[in-house]
């Protein structure tokens, strides 16, 4: 997704986010890490296709991909983990 100049609405719809959210709670540091920068180019990518005046609602940022980034923040969380949440956060806000 990093590097994708365009990401079809089916993709969206295909409940990614749901199944990244669910990766970022898996025992493995490097699991985590791998799951939470790629739900983080998701989000941002939705982030980049609300702004346009004809979004496709599909690109809403969902509720549970909003906790789980908040959840990351904790200070329990690998130091890389809460880095990626931050960043996300901070790309999706500005």
């Known amino acids: 997704m990093r590097h994708s100049t365009v ?21 493995n540091e490097k699991v985590r890490r791998k799951a939470i920068a790629s739900l983080g180019e998701l ?30 923040l904790d200070t329990a969380e690998d130091e890389i983990v809460r880095f990626y949440a931050c960043k996300t956060i901070e790309n999706i806000t500005a």
């Not at 749901?18 to 898996?26: G, S």
């Not at 599909?58 to 509720?63: A, D, L, R």
Request: with cysteine; net charge negative.
């Open 43 to 72: 989000l941002f990518y939705a982030a980049t296709q609300l702004d346009d005046d004809h979004a496709d609602p599909v690109w809403e940022i969902p509720p549970l991909a909003v906790s789980v980034m908040i959840q990351c």
């Open 7 to 27: 990401i079809g609405n089916d993709v969206a719809d295909s409940g990614l986010s749901t199944l990244l959210c669910e990766v970022v709670k898996d025992k």
